[in-house]
């Protein structure tokens, strides 16, 4: 409950409850971070997932947990019991389902089911194909858990603004390379309270490694980094208390126009998504082009999502929600209040260099009126600097000028009373206010 913030009986309530209303008697699971969400249980069998691998049913009143057995401590176990969850051998799962009742009802979701459980159904039992029950219910966080991503997000900007001053104070006089910086930052962040691990693969990429989106630099593939070109960097931290994807692109030296113009360009993306405001009802393919116009009237694009939902603790990449376009985009869950998701616009250059923002941004409530009914917008929850130096600032409006200062007097406000003085210094400098803000613009939450 100290970071769950719902007790197990009542999520599974909650599921019970949608399965009465979809007339059905059983439910099977087999997505891991659901099942991990639904009994506030997490494990260590996926890289970078705090998961375990099992299967769940929930039936009316019981519900039937198969993992294997050496993975279920007797304290764990007997609280589990207690909530009506009985544990049996994880190689079980399809001979209970051979032996569901004739005539009874499973629900489960086809893109998430084995062929060898799905022919373990009997016929008798009528089928229901729908994305899983606990899917949308795991994707809005509760109050206690977006109270904990805030406080997450702080340490794990603490962690970052201690390696980018570290990465600056260096490069170039001691031998960097992709690799030992994506070590010197899991360093940063395993100082941090409740750190568990990362979140996935870090991607460092500096030069024309950067336009790869998912590189994965290795110890033969590594450049080693130098005080000029630009360096993308794309990390996240697991902690008991919430899951962080962050990415940032550093200027290692004085940045050309070229590199400055494409930078502001996804920057300016990046405030517009930021700064949306939208009805009730909207999904994220609707606010997909918020994030590109500006490229797409320079005749670029980026070819990935806009952004994913990420877990509170679980996976960094969940559903249902995205921001996204293709064949998929209009079937995804609207944009609810209390959802975490990633804005990440970007361009790349084939072996030139790639550029990158990646904060999370949270649904919130924006405003209420009887003739439009409920808005809502976007809240930033990152907390990072901006490297000042790729930003042509002659290429932003005012009310842009404004997002990014107020988001670095956050940033400053937030971060400060946990780093040194020569931090602190740092930091201010990198957060300094930039430009005049020509408009009288109110900023909504974001």
């Given at each position: 409950?100290?970071?769950?913030?719902?007790?197990?009986?009542?999520?599974?309530?909650?599921?019970?409850?949608?399965?009465?209303?979809?007339?059905?008697?059983?439910?099977?699971?087999?997505?891991?971070?659901?099942?991990?969400?639904?009994?506030?249980?997490?494990?260590?069998?996926?890289?970078?997932?705090?998961?375990?691998?099992?299967?769940?049913?929930?039936?009316?009143?019981?519900?039937?947990?198969?993992?294997?057995e050496e993975k279920v401590d007797n304290k764990l176990k007997t609280s589990l019991e207690a909530a009506g969850i009985?544990?049996?051998?994880?190689?079980?799962?399809?001979?209970?389902?051979?032996?569901?009742?004739?005539?009874?009802?499973?629900?489960?979701?086809?893109?998430?089911?084995?062929?060898?459980?799905?022919?373990?159904?009997?016929?008798?039992?009528?089928?229901?194909?729908?994305i899983h029950i606990t899917t949308p219910l795991k994707s809005v966080k509760n109050e206690t858990?977006?109270?904990?991503?805030?406080?997450?997000?702080?340490?794990?900007?603490?962690?970052?603004?201690?390696?980018?001053?570290?990465?600056?104070?260096?490069?170039?006089?001691?031998?960097?390379?992709?690799?030992?910086?994506?070590?010197?930052?899991?360093?940063?962040?395993?100082?941090?309270?409740?750190?568990?691990?990362?979140?996935?693969?870090?991607?460092?990429?500096?030069?024309?490694?950067?336009?790869?989106?998912?590189?994965?630099?290795?110890?033969?593939?590594?450049?080693?980094?130098?005080?000029?070109?630009?360096?993308?960097?794309?990390?996240?931290?697991?902690?008991?208390?919430?899951?962080?994807?962050?990415?940032?692109?550093?200027?290692?030296?004085?940045?050309?126009?070229?590199?400055?113009?494409?930078?502001?360009?996804?920057?300016?993306?990046?405030?517009?998504?930021?700064?949306?405001?939208?009805?009730?009802?909207?999904?994220?393919?609707?606010?997909?082009?918020?994030?590109?116009?500006?490229?797409?009237?320079?005749?670029?694009?980026?070819?990935?999502?806009?952004?994913?939902?990420?877990?509170?603790?679980?996976?960094?990449?969940?559903?249902?929600?995205?921001?996204?376009?293709?064949?998929?985009?209009?079937?995804?869950?609207?944009?609810?209040?209390?959802?975490?998701?990633?804005?990440?616009?970007?361009?790349?250059?084939?072996?030139?260099?790639?550029?990158?923002?990646?904060?999370?941004?949270?649904?919130?409530?924006?405003?209420?009126?009887?003739?439009?009914?409920?808005?809502?917008?976007?809240?930033?929850?990152?907390?990072?600097?901006?490297?000042?130096?790729?930003?042509?600032?002659?290429?932003?409006?005012?009310?842009?000028?404004?997002?990014?200062?107020?988001?670095?007097?956050?940033?400053?406000?937030?971060?400060?009373?946990?780093?040194?003085?020569?931090?602190?210094?740092?930091?201010?400098?990198?957060?300094?206010?930039?430009?005049?803000?020509?408009?009288?613009?109110?900023?909504?939450?974001?």
């Amino acid at each position: 409950m100290r970071f769950a913030g719902k007790k197990r009986e009542d999520k599974l309530e909650a599921v019970r409850s949608e399965m009465r209303a979809k007339k059905v008697d059983y439910h099977l699971i087999t997505s891991l971070d659901d099942i991990a969400w639904l009994y506030n249980i997490r494990g260590n069998d996926v890289n970078y997932n705090p998961v375990g691998i099992c299967y769940t049913i929930v039936g009316k009143t019981k519900a039937y947990l198969f993992i294997s057995e050496e993975k279920v401590d007797n304290k764990l176990k007997t609280s589990l019991e207690a909530a009506g969850i009985v544990i049996y051998p994880y190689n079980t799962v399809a001979e209970f389902l051979s032996n569901l009742p004739d005539e009874s009802t499973l629900l489960f979701s086809p893109d998430k089911t084995s062929l060898w459980l799905y022919e373990s159904i009997p016929g008798e039992v009528k089928k229901k194909e729908e994305i899983h029950i606990t899917t949308p219910l795991k994707s809005v966080k509760n109050e206690t858990e977006t109270a904990l991503i805030r406080s997450t997000m702080v340490k794990d900007g603490v962690a970052m603004v201690k390696f980018l001053k570290w990465l600056e104070e260096n490069v170039g006089k001691m031998e960097i390379t992709e690799v030992t910086a994506a070590d010197k930052l899991r360093e940063f962040r395993a100082e941090q309270q409740h750190f568990a691990g990362e979140s996935f693969g870090t991607i460092a990429g500096y030069q024309g490694h950067g336009a790869i989106v998912h590189y994965s630099a290795t110890e033969e593939s590594a450049y080693t980094l130098r005080p000029e070109g630009i360096f993308l960097l794309d990390s996240g931290g697991q902690y008991l208390d919430g899951t962080t994807d962050i990415t940032r692109t550093i200027a290692l030296g004085e940045p050309d126009d070229e590199q400055k113009r494409d930078f502001t360009l996804v920057l300016k993306g990046h405030i517009a998504l930021a700064r949306a405001v939208f009805p009730e009802g909207t999904r994220g393919y609707q606010l997909e082009g918020l994030a590109r116009q500006y490229l797409w009237s320079y005749a670029m694009n980026y070819g990935h999502g806009t952004g994913h939902g990420v877990g509170f603790f679980l996976n960094v990449h969940e559903g249902p929600q995205s921001i996204g376009s293709g064949a998929t985009a209009s079937k995804v869950s609207v944009l609810q209040p209390g959802m975490l998701t990633s804005n990440e616009p970007g361009v790349y250059h084939k072996d030139k260099y790639g550029i990158r923002t990646e904060n999370l941004i949270l649904t919130v409530p924006h405003s209420e009126n009887e003739a439009f009914g409920k808005f809502y917008c976007f809240e930033t929850v990152t907390l990072c600097p901006i490297d000042l130096r790729l930003i042509d600032t002659d290429m932003l409006s005012g009310e842009e000028v404004t997002w990014l200062n107020d988001y670095h007097r956050r940033v400053n406000e937030k971060l400060s009373p946990y780093l040194n003085p020569p931090e602190q210094e740092w930091l201010s400098e990198k957060t300094r206010a930039i430009g005049r803000d020509q408009t009288a613009w109110v900023p909504a939450k974001g």
